[in-house]
């Protein structure tokens, strides 16, 4: 693994029992590590021509931004309810237990827009898999999806049933 994996911390119990938090906050308070993370998620898209990144609330912006940044494309955010000032579109989606939605502005894209899709960490897939239809509602086109961490003993890949590349910088 590479050494920024070093600064990902685990916080057993949070937000609940039972659940191992994979906390990126020490690497991105290191600015190699940060650096060395972003350039582990770009790595796959640099000749992709994509037109945005798109980033899930709230872990999603920072490292969605600094990856548009990076490959030199406009970022799109996908919010929680409420959150986003304009006209939006919104999905609503099952979680582990009950439900949450996620929303982007109507017109954030083009129709047409190859985008890149990124979260922190993929646990069971359904807010990445929720924001892949959000987009796709919205009339863009899902190109890949990346996160930085993917817990790979919860098996979200395995239900993946999106043709667009999942890239994970770490798995676990
Ligand atoms: P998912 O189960 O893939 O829909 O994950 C839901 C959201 O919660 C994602 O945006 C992750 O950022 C976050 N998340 C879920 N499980 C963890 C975990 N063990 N550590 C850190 N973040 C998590």
Do not use: C
């Not at 070093?6 to 937000?15: C, E, N, Q």
């Not at 999603?60 to 490959?71: K, Q, V």
């Not at 993917?150 to 590349?165: K, T």
């Amino acid at each position: 693994m590479p050494a920024w994996t070093d600064l990902i911390r685990d916080v057993p119990d949070f937000p609940k029992p039972g659940i191992l938090f994979k906390d990126i906050t020490p690497v991105l308070a290191d600015a190699g590590a940060f650096a060395d993370a972003v350039d582990a998620m770009a790595a796959p898209w640099r000749a992709a021509s994509l037109a945005a990144v798109v980033g899930v609330e709230a872990r999603g912006f920072i490292l969605g931004a600094a990856l548009a940044r990076e490959l030199g494309v406009g970022f799109v955010p996908v919010r929680k309810p409420g959150k986003l000032p304009a006209h939006t579109l919104s999905l609503d989606y099952g979680l582990e237990y009950g439900r949450d939605r996620l929303e982007i502005h109507a017109d954030a894209m083009p129709a047409g827009a190859r985008v890149l899709v990124v979260d922190d960490v993929l646990a069971t897939g359904g807010t990445l898999k929720a924001a892949v239809q959000l987009v796709e509602q919205q009339g863009g086109v899902v190109a890949g999806t990346a996160v930085l961490v993917e817990l790979g003993f919860l098996n979200a890949r395995a239900g993946w049933r999106h043709a667009a590349p999942l890239h994970a910088s770490a798995v676990y």
